[in-house]
């Protein structure tokens, strides 16, 4: 296809995808080298007033390699608009070096946010191939900038050049004690792994971990880094390594709930155990999340003598280790957490290696964690398994179809979310995957088709349907202990006080009312702010139940809560909340909000208040974990109609099913659960809605299906196997396990 029809399918398509993936192809067919019609035409297209278009075509111009390309996108760097420089930043990556353009990256660098780690990536290919080209602006950009977080971001770009140069500078910034400790942090952190580390620095970074001041821990993993200390034999059994930055995740999650830490993090710490327990034989899972790093896992090389045996880390022994990575920015969140890349990439590096032999590396999520594992796991020839899941093209496709979302404001909204980079992002970690698992839906070829114009038929062995699980021996056991006090355990009595403390904030006459429950972070796409309005809109709704939410740091959010406590403020400010029916618990450790849930199921002594119900009013939910629980302790759930939940929810009977797009469906879905809530019949289908979750959606039947596929891609690469990668399977499309069909 020549460029001039690929442009104008960009410019037809009817749909924001439907663009954005004529622009996929549109990039192919300018591979090489265009002549220079081609150019001329990608330059005019690229200040077009269409920012789909000029977007497509400044990505276009990036994928020729023409040199030429690369001066038409450094222009683009100066022009007024924003979505366009910001995405010739990114295009530049792609071309030779443009020396003109080095000042402008150098900038963007010292702002720092997604602009800032698009120009250190460019950078950092550049210094590749020119290292010398790439480190002169840098050290003049650090001779002549003054504010700490800029010199540090300096710093940390400068330590992706390779070279002696490089080294030095790092080493003088890091030994020099009136330089600001952020910025010799980055230099030293620098002088321990990337292009510029060199066993010269050892001296410097000795000295530092024998210290006591801030520099010593820094100091100390670098070494770990320069100097790692020597692999010894694995256990038994495959090791697994799964990863989510954005939270610190513990065994115990007492974060649930808290920032970015959602259904992900319960997820992973009770994914992790069940998989220890399945055979084929796992061995050792290590989940990688944010915090700081326990030096038991990073031990130092000293010299010993021979009666004294070398360190080894305890991510050597069997089990479920806890691994910390150390990020640099501001914010550690999803949407804002790009700029810790390189530190990202530096601490899941420095786990895999202290891990030893890894057998497969999960990914769940097109962020930053995921980019920089991804690249690890290329350097260390780690096999990829990657949960695809349709975001954001799902929410595009949601918003367009709404139209909230349009083309004339699409640059706009780009800059802030990033969208356009985020499905390319995942669209080159399914390419680059070894094995892909997929979330339950009910349409899940076509929804590939659609959202990612992604067709598995050819290669049906290359994924895998699993639905995410739940403990349900843990939710049992506390379902037990709320409805039974004789067998009940400290945790879960503090629990039902706590909950009983929080319904006496309500007024008299409202204690009586049954209590509508959503579990969840405080994100606009959790949609906590519509399911307020959907309440409180309502008159009668809001005379009917009471309404609980459970979720986000409220003492100290993070900005994405902030906005949406700002927007629940808006219609019920906070210091009416209780006496109007609102009640809002923060997060709460997992085990917390199981027993609440549980206890909300039945009627709480003292109220007579009917059963209540659980509401999710997500823009969207891929599967849905808080869900899930809510069915295992028999609440009637309200949950969207697309995505994973319809899969599970029988409408009607266990659940509700609605558009959670507007707040008058969500209202409507929330009268129909409690009416269905206090229906004939409602233990029993409470009881239909507890078995499918044991039999279905069990974490021992995700772990199980897991398993298998781990081993699999694990098989040809493991000494003495003769095991080949993938499925002899002749089936139409992705493997269905057992877990589809509702097998235990």
Known sequence: MDVGPALAAVRAAPTLLEAMREARVLATVTVGDPGGDTLSVLRSAARTSDPLTAIAAVHALGASGHPSAGRVLAELLAGDRRHVAQHAVDALRHAPLVHSALPVLVRRCQDGGFTGMLAQHTLEQWAKDEPEAVRAPLVGALSTSVETAVRARLVETLGLVAGGASTQALLDLAGDDHEALPVRAAALAALGDGPAADRGAEPLLVALTRSVGPLAQTARLALHDLCPAP????????????????????????????????????????????????????????????????????????????????????????????????????????????????????????????????????????????????????????????????????????????????????????????????????????????????????????????????????????????????????????????????????????????????????????????????????????????????????????????????GGDLEHPTDEEAAELARIDAVVPRHEAARRGLLLAGHRPNATTIAWLAALQQRRAGTGAPPGIYVSASLKEEFGIAILEAMAVGLVVVAPAGGGPATYVADGETGILTDTSTPYAVAAATHAALDLAVAPGADARAREAQHMVRTRFGIDTMAVSLAEVYQRIAAPRRPGSTGTSGSSSTTEGPTQPDVMEGAS
């Not at 990863?243 to 808290?258: A, C, M, P, T």
């Not at 990202?344 to 895999?352: D, F, K, Q």
């Not at 929410?395 to 706009?412: H, V």
């Not at 400290?490 to 007024?507: E, Y």
Request: hydrophobic content about 45%; proline content about 6%; aromatic content about 4%.
């Open 231 to 550: 692999t010894v034999s694995t256990p038994g059994g495959l090791t697994v390594a799964q990863v989510f930055l954005h939270s610190d995740i513990d065994g115990r999650l007492h974060h649930s709930g808290q920032g970015d830490t959602g259904g992900i993090a319960t997820l992973l710490v009770h994914l992790g155990d069940a998989l220890l327990r399945q055979q084929p034989h796992i061995g050792r899972v290590i989940t990688i999340s944010g915090g700081s790093p326990d030096p038991a896992q990073f031990p130092l090389v000293r010299h010993r003598s021979p009666d004294w045996p070398m360190p080894a880390s305890e991510l050597l022994t069997a089990g479920h280790h806890y691994a910390r990575v150390p990020l640099t920015g501001a914010s550690t969140g999803i949407s804002r957490g790009w700029p810790a890349r390189v530190s990202a990439r530096r601490g899941i590096r420095r786990v895999l290696r202290a891990a030893g032999h890894v057998d497969a590396i999960h990914l769940r999520m097109a962020d930053v964690g995921s980019m920089a594992a991804a690249e690890v796991a290329v350097d260390l020839g780690i096999p990829v398994v990657l949960t695809l899941a349709p975001d954001p093209q799902a929410l595009i496709d949601a918003r367009d179809t709404a139209g909230t979302l349009t083309r004339s404001g699409f640059g706009e909204a780009d800059l802030v979310e990033h969208l356009w980079f985020r499905d390319r992002l995942l669209l080159d970690l399914t390419e680059r995957a070894d094995h892909l698992v997929l979330f339950p839906r009910p349409q899940v070829e076509r929804d590939l088709r659609r959202y990612l114009a992604l067709d598995l038929s050819t290669h049906p062995e290359r994924a895998t349907v699993v639905g995410e699980g739940v403990d349900v021996s843990a939710i049992d056991r506390t379902v037990r202990e709320v409805r039974d006090e004789s067998g009940r355990g400290l945790a879960t009595s503090a629990a039902l006080r706590a909950v009983d403390d929080l319904l006496a904030t309500l007024p008299a006459d409202r204690r009586s009312l049954p209590v509508a429950v959503s579990v969840g972070r405080l994100n606009a796409v959790k949609g906590m702010a519509t399911l307020v309005r959907a309440w409180a809109d309502d008159a009668d709704l809001h005379d009917r139940c009471n309404l609980l939410l459970v």
